[in-house]
């Protein structure tokens, strides 16, 4: 499938996909939705405390290093693991312009060994932070109370509606601790029925720039 490199409103860029006219990221900032979703309304829960998490969707690896970063900033343990089933090829990584817009320079070995080390393999690149990343189908994860933290990041119900199933989300249930949350851009009313079903509580959020809200769902 085609994918073009283009530039959300916030200045910072993301991978388009013309087919299904769907995007990695909002177009009205990739950056801002990943701090508004995954950092103040997840991350930000775990505050002062170690976390492990779970991405649905490495993809770009935005989502990664801001969480890396955080990490840095805060001395913060984080074991973070990526799920990707279609990797970003080395080209396009060197086309994503995270770390000026972050203003991260000192970090851009950081976010491009994101890229480049291993998978199924854990990568230690700092004192605080391990990634781990797995090239897996979201259907294949079978962790059983692992993770504080999801990051649910995959692509949007209306052109992968069985990513967002009660049979994925149970999997994602399960790989939980118990009052372990689960964040994500969505705010669908079948997403909602899907994750209630499993047994998660959620909250609707305000939403990221350009969306009116979002949903938080808590293992209990």
């Given at each position: 499938m085609k994918r073009e490199i283009i530039q959300t409103s916030d200045g910072s860029t993301t991978i388009h996909l013309p087919e299904w006219n769907e995007s990695y990221h909002s177009k009205h900032g990739a950056i801002q939705e990943a701090k508004h979703v995954f950092i103040k309304n997840g991350l930000s829960l775990f505050e002062g405390k170690p976390v492990s998490i779970l991405e649905i969707g490495f993809g770009t690896g935005l989502n990664a290093f801001i969480t890396y970063?955080?990490?840095?900033?805060?001395?913060q343990s984080i074991n973070y693991v990526g799920i990707e089933a279609y990797p970003i090829s080395s080209e396009e990584v060197l086309k994503m312009n995270y770390v000026s817009e972050l203003n991260a320079e000192p970090e851009r070995a950081v976010f491009e060994l994101m890229h480049h080390c291993d998978w199924e393999k854990e990568t230690r690149l700092?004192?605080?932070y391990h990634l781990t990343k797995r090239k897996q189908f979201f259907d294949a994860i079978s962790d059983e109370k692992c993770f504080d933290l999801i990051y649910f990041d995959a692509f949007g119900y209306r052109v992968q509606p069985e990513l967002w199933s009660t049979e994925i989300f149970k999997k994602m249930y399960d790989s939980l601790k118990n009052k372990g949350v689960l964040v994500?851009?969505?705010?669908r009313g079948v997403v909602k029925r899907s994750l209630q079903?499993?047994?998660?509580t959620v909250e609707k959020l305000e939403g990221p720039p350009g969306k009116r809200e979002m949903f938080r769902a808590t293992k209990q």
């Open positions: 970063i955080e990490s840095q900033k805060h001395q700092s004192g605080y994500t851009y969505a705010a079903e499993v047994g998660f």
